[in-house]
């Protein structure tokens, strides 16, 4: 959430709980998820696949633009309390997660 609200792409990876955040991170098209690093302790990822996935997350124009775009409607959604905003900004997230 912090994230969303600054406008900084994220690069998920769930370790342990649900993957529901992962999922919505990837679907919103703020962030990425490798899906092949596992879950909980299924196989060690190493240093250089991290910084690959890094690397590609910082280089990647649309997500920092989505990024940038979804941390504007945070702020204007909790900058004036309405809950009318916030709903339409809920929404709006999930109507690009159906796209």
């Given at each position: ?32 998820w490798d899906r ?21 997350l910082m280089k ?25 905003t916030i709903i ?12």
């Amino acid at each position: 959430m912090e994230a969303a609200r600054n406008g900084v792409p994220v690069l998920a990876w769930p370790t342990w709980g649900p993957k529901t955040n992962a999922e919505v991170v990837e679907k919103v098209g703020v962030g990425i998820w490798d899906r092949t690093w596992g879950w909980g302790n299924q196989r060690l990822v190493i240093e250089d696949e991290i910084q690959r996935k890094i690397s590609e997350l910082m280089k990647d124009g649309k997500l920092k633009i989505k990024a940038k775009m979804v941390g504007e409607e945070a702020r204007k959604a909790s900058g004036n309390g309405s809950k009318r905003t916030i709903i339409e900004t809920i929404a709006s997230l999930k109507q690009n997660m159906r796209n």
